[in-house]
């Protein structure tokens, strides 16, 4: 064992199966899926048409966010439609921050060649589930404008031919887009990543006092940081369905 703060930036590897890793991160990954399946199916098979308080929080929640995505993609239609990618995004995102500082995490796990590896990490701190997540929110922007819009067409805001103006413009457009995958994943991994290092840093110099506020406001940063990305996911597809000249495809 290490004595002293020890700061970990790759998410430890705990085994493998058929060559592919099994981490810590991916672990805490799975484990959050499966309670978020486990209360979907739970909370779908207790749906009534009189709704309880659980039920008629979550369908206020739901319509809200609705109603919010069809003022900002100007179509009903277009919210339903990419409300579940959203919403599973922050769902999933939040429900990952918030549990970061739950017991278990980051405290339980193996002792391995004198070494400390935990069983559980938040996966928003390892930059490998940051970018995979970045990944999915790109590549589904980037699709839906080509679906929109037709390929040329969506093509047209990044190579403009029509004067060298155009072209600069559209090139730094295209170098501002796939800049999206940088600063989606490490926006998300960086303000996890340095809220844990601050919580261990004051736990280490001042424990028992200066922690458990750090924790609270850590993971509200945490749902907010969710939010965030949730809600540029929500405006790049905006702008994805938007043709070069500003009016909506």
Known sequence: MHAGINVVLKAE???SVFGFPITNS????????????GF??????????????????IEWAFEGAIA???????SEALAKRFFPLVASIFIFVALINELE?????GS???VHASDFLPVLRAPTTDLNFTLALAMISFFAIEITGIAS???FKYAGKYVNLKSPIGFAVGLIELMSNLGRLISFSFRLFGNIFAGEVMVLVAGYFLPYVLPAPLMGFEMFIGLIQALVFAMLTLFFI????MDPHGEHA
């Open 149 to 151: 819009l037709g390929f």
């Open 238 to 241: 905006k702008l994805a369905i």
């Open 101 to 105: 500082f739950f017991p278990g995490v």
């Open 40 to 57: 979907a199916y739970f909370f779908g098979r207790s749906l009534s048409m009189v709704p309880g308080k659980l039920q008629a929080g």
């Open 68 to 74: 919010y995505m069809a003022d900002v993609l100007g």
């Open 26 to 37: 991916l672990i805490m990954a799975w484990a959050v899926m499966a309670l978020l399946i």
């Open 13 to 15: 590897q705990l085994g």
């Open 108 to 110: 339980l796990g193996l």
